[in-house]
């Protein structure tokens, strides 16, 4: 996405409105993360940092139209981890 902050961004399509939840479920312990909420218009809608590396979270935006939104993962302190992270949508 042009004009975000460097991460990994992924695009999902929602069919109907309702409330979306991004679980973060596996981390790097050295991770420091920020997960965002981002509509098609380029709109954050939700976005929480994690308070320490290694914490899993979970967002929730409401995603009251249906289209695309991004979910954002981003590494607070920039770096790069062998290890990987992984998470779930739930609508």
Same mark, same amino acid.
């Given at each position: 996405?042009? =004009?975000?902050? *460097?991460g ?5 399509? !929602? ?8 679980v ?17 218009? =380029? ?8 308070t320490? *590396? =290694?914490?899993? !979270? ?8 249906p ?10 302190? =920039?770096?790069?981890?062998?290890? *990987? ?7």
């Amino acid at each position: 996405m042009v =004009g975000f902050a *460097p991460g990994a961004y992924y695009k999902i399509e !929602i069919s109907t409105p309702g409330t979306l939840a991004v679980v973060l479920e596996e981390v790097p312990v050295e991770m420091l993360t920020r997960i965002a909420i981002i509509n098609e218009d =380029g709109t954050w809608l939700a976005s929480e940092d994690t308070t320490s *590396p =290694g914490q899993k !979270i979970t967002v929730e935006a409401n995603a009251d139209a249906p289209g695309w939104y991004y979910i954002a993962v981003l590494e607070l302190n =920039g770096k790069t981890h062998a290890d *990987p992270y992984a998470f779930r949508v739930v609508m």
